[in-house]
């Protein structure tokens, strides 16, 4: 009976132990939650405000996750929530689509002229438009960023 007790209670130290371990380490995650909320916001000011057009792409589809103002003017709208594709496709712009799609696909970033004859952005002007690919933490492609100086 001593030993089964000697056992409960040494038992119940590391389970104390491993309680105050894992308290710590969720304190620790809910600060770094916190930390990339902050960092995600800040990201999103940055991009909203920039004075060329930005489109965050993400995932093979490659669904519109943000795009600003001078974005949606480009392309001739709201896109946020849309794939690629099909704003692509409602602004007649399918170098767009074709260079993210490069982009993703061979994980390099490409510069795209559109705009041309029979590809008239919104603006009825032509662009040049840079491809980026991003990443997900293991390095991997998980998206593409469309970047585009604003029409003049």
Request: glycine letters at 10%; aromatic letters at 4%.
């Amino acid at each position: 009976l001593e030993t089964n007790n000697e056992e409960l209670q040494a038992t119940n130290e590391e389970l104390e132990a491993t309680n105050e371990e894992l308290g710590a380490r969720t304190a620790d995650l809910q600060e770094t939650m916190r930390s990339l909320a902050l960092e995600r916001a800040r990201l999103g000011e940055i991009v909203s405000h920039a004075p060329f057009a930005i489109v965050v792409l993400r995932g093979p589809g490659l669904q519109v996750e943000t795009a600003n103002e001078t974005a949606a003017a480009v392309l001739g709208g709201a896109t946020v929530g849309r794939s690629l594709a099909e704003v692509c496709l409602a602004a007649n712009l399918p170098t767009v689509l074709q260079g993210a799609q490069e982009a993703f696909r061979n994980d390099r970033a490409s510069l795209i002229a559109a705009g041309g004859p029979g590809e008239p952005t919104a603006e009825g002007l032509p662009m040049a438009f840079a491809a980026v690919p991003t990443h997900d933490g293991d390095g991997k492609v998980f998206g593409v960023v469309l970047y585009a100086p604003p029409p003049r």
